[in-house]
């Protein structure tokens, strides 16, 4: 069965950092895609960051320049570096992983969402 274990959130004030790390585990050989997602309260969820076998990204809009996603295919660990958070970043994290390389937003695998607090 497929797990993925998110960690490293918490409260950190504005213009902090943090990073996020996603494990993926068991009965998956080759991920093709991962991805955060991140849902913030009375919000739809919405794409932050996602990463290719191939390490090609793509970022919202509203985290460029601030966010960085990486991977690490070998341990089938995904990252996300946060830098200069704002109040605004402040939501529920979710992991995602995907046998395909562009899933869209169909991923079949998901987390179970690490919380950030970003305090101004």
């Known amino acids: 069965q497929v797990q993925l274990v998110e960690s490293g959130g918490g409260l950190v004030q504005a213009g902090g950092s943090l990073r996020l790390s996603c494990a993926v585990s068991g009965g998956i050989r080759s991920i093709g895609a991962m991805a955060w997602y991140r849902q913030a309260p009375g919000s739809q969820r919405e794409l932050v960051a996602s990463?290719?076998?191939?390490?090609?990204?793509n970022y919202a809009d509203s985290v460029k320049g601030r966010f960085t996603i990486a991977r690490d295919n070998a341990k089938n660990t995904a990252y996300l570096q946060m830098n200069n958070l704002k109040p605004e970043d402040t939501a529920v994290y979710y992991c995602a992983a995907d046998r395909s390389w562009y899933p869209g937003n169909e991923y079949d695998y998901w987390g179970q969402g690490t919380q950030v607090t970003v305090s101004s």
């Open positions: 990463i290719t076998l191939g390490s090609s990204t």
